[in-house]
């Protein structure tokens, strides 16, 4: 992989955290920061398209979390159509 240098200006203390790691890792600095670009890279990244995809209906509320479970149980169970046992 090609790599490109570039500078930035970093708090002292950060560094001094990354030069302990990096020992203690036994790795290079540049290492621990192309990991730390890397982690900043993917968390702002703007994907084509949406982690989840499906949507389900619901009173327009934020639900607690049995009631969520169960909203999207039901969702899920109108797609699947009837289940086995089920009278249809």
């Known amino acids: ?4 240098r570039t500078n ?3 708090d002292p203390e950060d560094l001094a955290i990354i030069k302990e790691a990096a020992k203690r890792r036994g790795i290079s600095e ?4 192309r990991q ?3 982690l900043a890279a993917m968390a702002n990244r703007v994907w ?3 982690l ?4 389900f209906e619901g009173p327009g509320r934020t639900l607690p ?3 969520v479970r169960e909203t999207v149980a039901e969702a899920v169970r109108r797609e699947d159509g009837p289940g086995p046992g089920s009278a249809a």
């Open 36 to 38: 730390g670009i890397h």
């Open 65 to 67: 979390k049995p009631e």
């Open 52 to 55: 989840f995809s499906r949507t």
């Open 30 to 33: 540049a290492e621990i920061i």
């Open 8 to 10: 930035v200006y970093a």
């Open 48 to 50: 084509d398209e949406p």
């Open 1 to 4: 992989m090609s790599m490109k």
